[in-house]
């Protein structure tokens, strides 16, 4: 048992001076003794305590009371959390301990409590503050960034998953190690330049960065925390950097399309309006080019030299085409250095050149002029030694001048030079322009004229002068003009091959030439010849049209012949590919005008030819020892080949008894029988008996009816 100064000790210190109110009551509930703090606590006096009861100062509405009544009957004593109710009627939270005890046999009660508001608060906050806290551990972990949280001493507080599973490490092996320890590989490195700056000013950052130790590009977000140290952000950019140099690749890539699309646009341009074997100005460029200047100057003058270069096709047949390009391009640079700032260099195709000169006087011009020629008599030196001379055509207007006429004109006037003997050259007159107008009226006429039928065909025959017969007929194309009646096939067959009618001319004479051999086919061994242009033979298709019409009129190939001039001869390898071709239908081949041409021993031998025909000049030099020898050396030379040997023009009877002398096979000419139209020709030879033979007449010319026979 207590000692009673003990007790009294202890009850001084728990009622008296205790921290906590207490209230002494009975077992119903009355206020026996309320101790200061109670007072205090609680807003009322100890008297008025006394007469308030355990009751006046119990919340009612906290049923949690009556419980605990109810435990400290059963159990002697009961702890809990209450509401108590002040004077002013406000209540306030309490921890109440409660327990009955004994007072000399009498049952009394204690009731401790103390006033928790302040701590109910800060457990608010505390609960607070580890909810907001869980909810950033939350959010750290939810995120797809990965974060270190570091302290002011560099000292790691917090990683999160991301970044430990990224960085490959261990949650629990980092956290409190510090920072360049745990990852030493960010000494020296843009991470710690950042992390240290941030420190050290107190400003957020933002980079990218590569990580090595972890291969890891990031992107970097660097806050400063409040209590002190650091907070990393860092998320993976390796797709965005992936996207991005992709998207760069294409960007570059779709940059250097543009630019090979604009360079392939420039060069395609500059193609369309270049040479490419000489980088001149072509015809379209020169065009431009000088429109653009008309353009801005109307009135400016102009002078056009329009330039060829003497047998240069002999160059080409004779040394092959890269020889021929090479002596071009070095012709083009020697006429570009020749040229004035203004001045304009062109190359029209082949070994065409023009240059076009503004506001120059006619002396300038001429001496341009003279330069070009000069400078084309120097040798060009590719492995050969070559010199290949030029004629110019020069032509000039004041402004506004029209660019095509001057090219025509300039033409014409090359054409005259080249007449005059080559290496000058020649400006353009009156006379050129009368005889422009009429070559261009002439091809307008002969256009018309193929579409209203006005061309005919006139056949002249060639006498056999071994057995006296007609076994050769030649069709002549005539053309009669409503205005200006018959028209030389000189004036005409040289326009239609300048304008490129000589095509249609050509096919249209064909046409007529088999037609009129298939009514002919009844007379034995009688061939019709056709002359054919060099612009025909160089269409491939040619042969393939030919046998056409023989198959369309039934004709046997060997009924028919073509005849081809020596200047078609040049290009020997092409040739002999078409002719070759034609002469598999059968059709007969004939060198027209041999000896005044291309031709030569190696070009007979690679040619399928049937026949060579003497030209009149040679036929006229009969009456001396030269003429003579010259024709027998064609007829051993077309002997020799298996050809036969037709003379034309053969005009006197001596003429005619030297070719038949000289072994001539046939002979045709004025004095034999003029052209005519086919019902005229003495296609069948009469009995010996109808003529009357006269003395010292050759029998090939007896036999000519006398209405075909020269007066």
């Known amino acids: 048992m207590t000692p009673a100064p003990l007790r009294s000790t202890v009850y001084e210190s728990l009622f008296v001076h205790g921290v ?46 009556t419980e605990a009544l109810e435990t400290r009957a059963r159990d002697g004593a009961f702890r809990g959390t209450f509401r108590l109710r002040r004077r002013d009627g406000t209540s306030f939270p309490a921890e109440v301990t409660t327990a009955t005890f004994l007072d000399g046999g009498v049952r009394r009660a204690f009731v401790s409590f103390r006033d928790i508001t302040e701590a109910e608060a800060e457990a608010a906050r505390t609960a607070e503050t580890r909810r907001a ?4 551990i939350d959010s750290l972990e939810a995120t797809s960034d990965m974060y270190i949280g570091v ?85 993976d950019i390796a797709e965005r950097r992936a996207m991005e140099q992709e998207r760069e690749r294409l960007l570059l890539a779709e940059r250097q399309a543009r630019t090979v699309a604009e360079r392939a646009q420039l060069d395609l341009a500059h193609r369309a309006s270049h040479d490419e074997l000489t980088g001149l100005l072509n015809r379209a460029g020169l065009v431009q080019h000088v429109a653009s200047v008309q353009a801005k100057w109307p009135a400016t003058g102009l002078t056009v030299l329009f330039i060829d270069l003497d047998r ?68 060009v030196d590719i492995g050969a ?53 009429h070559r261009v009226q002439t091809e307008q006429d002969l256009r018309q004229a193929l579409d209203r039928d006005e061309l005919l065909v006139e056949y002249q025959p060639a006498f056999d002068l071994r057995f006296e017969r007609i076994s050769h007929v030649e069709a002549l194309v005539r053309w009669q003009h409503p205005l200006r009646g018959l028209v030389p096939p000189l004036d005409f067959i040289p326009v239609a091959e300048e304008s490129g009618l000589i095509q249609r001319v050509g096919e249209w004479v064909l046409a007529r030439a088999v037609a009129q051999a298939t009514r002919w086919s009844h007379i034995p061994d009688l061939r019709v010849w056709v002359n054919v242009s060099p612009h025909q033979l160089a269409d491939a298709g040619l042969p393939e049209r030919l046998a056409a019409q023989l198959h369309r009129a039934g004709l046997p190939g060997d009924r028919l012949g073509i005849e081809v001039t020596e200047s078609a001869l040049a290009d020997v390898s092409r040739l002999a590919e078409v002719l070759g071709r034609i002469r598999a239908l059968g059709v007969a081949i004939a060198i027209d005008d041999f000896g005044t041409g291309y031709s030569s021993l190696a070009r007979l031998n690679a040619l399928p030819v049937d026949v060579i025909k003497i030209d009149q000049m040679f036929v006229a030099d009969l009456g001396t020892a030269r003429g003579e020898a010259v024709v027998a050396g064609i007829v051993t030379l077309a002997h020799a080949i298996g050809a036969e040997v037709i003379a034309e023009g053969v005009e006197t009877l001596p003429q005619l008894t030297t070719l038949s002398a000289l072994g001539v096979d046939s002979a045709c000419g004025y004095l034999l029988a003029r052209p005519s139209a086919p019902e005229h020709l003495p296609m069948t030879v009469p009995a010996e008996s109808s003529f009357c033979w006269r003395a010292g007449m050759h029998p090939s010319v007896a036999r000519v009816p006398p209405g075909l026979r020269p007066h």
């Not at 107190?202 to 907070?231: K, M, N, Q, S």
């Not at 080409?316 to 020889?323: E, K």
């Not at 010199?387 to 660019?403: F, K, Y």
Request: hydrophobic share 45%.
């Open 312 to 379: 240069f096709k002999l160059v080409n047949d004779s040394l092959g085409h890269g020889t021929g390009d090479h002596l071009l391009a070095a012709f083009a640079r020697r006429l570009a250095a020749l040229a004035g700032p203004t001045d304009m260099v062109a190359r029209f195709g082949g070994d065409e050149f023009v240059v076009v000169m503004f506001d120059v006087p006619t002396a300038a011009a001429a001496r341009m002029a003279e330069a070009v020629i000069a400078t084309s008599r120097e040798p």
């Open 20 to 65: 906590d109110g207490v209230l002494i009551t009975s077992a119903d509930g009355q206020t026996l003794a309320a101790n200061a703090r109670a007072c205090e606590l609680l807003g009322w006096s100890e008297a008025e305590l006394l007469e308030l009861g355990r009751d006046g100062v119990v919340d009612q509405g906290d049923r949690r009371w």
């Open 151 to 235: 302290d002011a001493s560099w000292r790691v507080t917090y990683i999160n998953a991301q970044a430990e599973f990224r960085l490959g490490v261990v949650r629990d092996h980092v956290i409190g190690g510090d920072l360049w320890t745990v990852f030493p590989t960010l000494l020296g490195t843009p991470f710690e330049e950042a992390y240290r700056r941030v420190v050290r000013t107190g400003a957020p950052t933002t980079f990218e960065e590569h990580y090595a130790a972890a291969d890891l590009w990031c992107e970097v977000r660097v806050y400063p925390l409040r209590r002190g140290g650091i907070g990393i952000y860092f998320r």
């Open 133 to 136: 806290a869980a909810e950033v």
């Open 385 to 437: 030694r070559l010199l290949v001379t030029a004629s110019v055509g020069l032509s000039s207007a004041a402004g506004p001048a029209d660019l095509d006429t001057l090219l025509r004109e300039a033409d014409a006037a090359l054409y005259r030079a080249k007449d005059a003997g080559r290496e000058q050259f020649a400006w353009f007159d009156e006379q050129m322009h009368r005889d422009s107008v």
